[in-house]
């Protein structure tokens, strides 16, 4: 019974392939997230969403664009990958008093 | 511009002793700090927090001490066990919903038998 869970764990791709990751949560918290840990090992925020609406877009290509078809799941996709978007992705989701954030397992992205 | 500085990329520790890793921050606004562990191929794994307005959490052999006058918290681990080797990551977030965490780049701990 994993908290967080994503699928796939690895994703091979080529240049300008489209391509999803799938994230859900058995939490039953409100909010979600997808974060980037690029080569240099950085977390890095890319969208929240608190009750299926889009809270946080940061400074992401519009290549990107998460879905949140109900509350436990919050899916990315990605459209014409690029190798630049080689990365590890994590999804997470929050629901403590000090916005503790509970983590999957991440996707590592390799685009050839 | 970082806002949350982890300073020492790595740190080794004898098993039995105390393990301190430190964490700086910008931002006088954030409401919580967070520390997380990292093991190879797997998610951060929430360990321990501490609201702005404390100085001191404990949760079993860890202990988190926030000092706000000078952005500065630290994570003590005690004893340290070799199954503490993994990466820290420290963390910083305000208290609205969907406010992202903003990560330092990690400390990797190493704990020697």
């Known amino acids: 019974d994993t908290a967080v869970s994503q699928t796939p764990k690895y994703l091979v791709t080529q240049m300008g392939n489209d391509k999803s990751i799938k994230c859900e949560q058995n939490?039953?918290?409100?909010?979600m997230y997808w974060y980037k840990q690029d080569s240099k090992k950085f977390l890095k925020i890319m969208f929240s969403y608190n009750n299926k609406e889009l809270i946080i877009n940061e400074t992401v290509p519009n290549r990107f664009s998460p879905k949140s078809p109900d509350k436990a799941h919050l899916n990315l996709h990605i459209n014409s990958l690029e190798l630049g978007d080689s990365a590890v992705y994590f999804c997470?989701?929050?629901?403590?008093?000090?916005?503790?954030?509970?983590f999957g397992p991440g996707t590592r992205l390799t685009v050839l | 511009d970082q806002q949350v500085k982890q300073n020492s990329p790595s740190l080794s520790v004898q098993e039995g002793r105390i393990s301190i890793l430190n964490c700086d921050y910008t931002n006088s606004m954030f409401d919580y700090f967070l520390w997380y562990k990292k093991y190879p191929a797997e998610g951060p794994t929430f360990l321990i927090s501490i609201s702005s307005i404390k100085d001191k959490n404990e949760d079993g052999r860890f202990t988190v001490f926030l000092n706000k006058s000078a952005k500065h918290l630290s994570l003590h681990i005690v004893p340290s066990q070799p199954g503490d080797s993994a990466v820290y990551f420290c963390?910083?977030?305000?208290?609205?919903?969907?406010?992202?965490?903003?990560f330092g780049k990690g400390t990797t701990l190493s704990v020697s038998s």
């Open positions: 997470a989701s929050s629901g403590g008093p000090h916005n503790e954030q509970f």
């Open positions: 939490l039953g918290h409100d909010t």
């Open positions: 963390a910083a977030s305000a208290v609205d919903a969907g406010t992202a965490l903003i």
